[in-house]
């Protein structure tokens, strides 16, 4: 049986388990908290980014992520978190104490930073923009080419 994702949300010293439901990311931000992002251990996975480690990075609340690969290596380049392995255990758990013995301002830069890597990476204003400058540059490009061939 595979069992899906879930956020683990921590709230004072109490636990939440938490289905993935996207309407729930827009108020995690109100919350003191570490979320969680895993995905099994697989190559496919291991290329993939998953959409709630972008949701989470927007919160600008600390990540524990056991992920491999592209998600893990977004969660860590940016700063954003403690990042281990999918599936192994041990190491999630030595993540989690980790996170947990951090004062309140290095968890709070970490948010700062994945929200700000967001913005930067993911924001769909920003990438659409960046959208927007390719395509002009490739049609300036294109008319550039086209004026020396005549």
């Given at each position: 049986m595979t069992l899906q994702p879930e956020i683990i949300i921590k709230l004072r010293e109490r636990i939440a388990v938490i289905p993935p439901e996207a309407q729930r990311f827009a108020v995690l931000h109100d919350y003191e908290l570490e979320l969680l992002v895993s995905l099994v251990r697989s190559p496919i996975m291991?290329?993939?980014i998953p959409s709630k480690s972008q949701a989470y990075l927007a919160t600008g609340r600390p990540i524990v992520a056991a992920l491999d690969g592209e998600g893990g290596r977004i969660v860590a380049e940016a700063g954003a978190g403690v990042v281990c392995p999918a599936e192994a255990p041990?190491?999630?758990?030595?993540?989690?104490?980790?996170?947990?013995?951090?004062?309140?301002?290095?968890?709070?830069?970490?948010g700062e930073a994945g929200r700000a890597y967001y913005r930067q990476q993911f924001d769909p204003d920003a990438l659409a923009q960046r959208m927007?400058?390719?395509?002009?540059?490739?049609?300036?490009?294109m008319s550039k080419s086209q004026s020396h061939a005549r």
């Open positions: 291991s290329l993939t041990e190491r999630l758990a030595q993540a989690v104490v980790h996170m947990r013995t951090l004062d309140s301002e290095a968890t709070r830069k970490m927007v400058s390719l395509f002009h540059s490739g049609i300036e490009s």
